[in-house]
């Protein structure tokens, strides 16, 4: 039996195909088990799994171009702690390991931020990032040349 292609069904098609690019190109992130959960985001955004308040609270959060390492780190910190971090704070020692933990990792864009939960549990809060920030926040601050004497 044959069906006929209306318009209709074509945009439907191109929309599901559309819709599956953007999830095989996709950030994502999972809670650890309980409570479990997690969130797949587009690659112009970041993904936060956080479970402090009992249930995986997952989020994406889209990701401005053109900002430099410190403005990424602040935006990504302050999502994940619910504080403000600006980026002349990435300068204190907790910041600092945060990052340097990141820059460190291999895992490929997913990282983790420990904080205390509703009942003062220490529990892990994770963060996925796209590949191309992976590569601007493991590219480290940079460097002035030094001037010829």
């Known amino acids: ?8 069904t074509s945009l439907l098609i191109a929309t ?11 950030e994502k992130c999972n809670c650890p088990s309980p409570p479990g ?9 970041f993904a936060t799994c956080d479970p402090t308040k009992g249930a995986c609270d997952c989020k994406c959060e889209d990701v401005p171009k053109g900002k430099s390492r ?3 780190f602040s935006i990504i910190f302050s999502t994940a702690l619910d ?3 600006e980026p002349a704070d990435l ?10 933990k990141f820059v460190e990792s291999e895992s490929n864009g997913t990282f ?23 590569g601007q926040l493991k590219e480290g601050p940079r460097k002035m040349p030094m001037p010829y004497n």
């Open 1 to 8: 039996m044959k069906f006929p292609v209306t318009s209709q």
């Open 16 to 26: 599901i195909l559309s819709s599956a690019a953007l999830l095989l190109a996709a």
């Open 37 to 45: 959960g997690g969130v797949t985001c587009t690659k112009n955004q």
């Open 70 to 72: 410190d403005e990424y």
């Open 83 to 85: 504080e403000k971090v």
């Open 91 to 100: 300068a204190k020692p907790q910041f600092q390991m945060l990052s340097k």
């Open 112 to 134: 983790f931020i420990r904080k205390k939960n509703y009942k003062g549990e220490t529990v892990q809060v994770t963060i996925g990032v796209p590949d191309w920030l992976v």
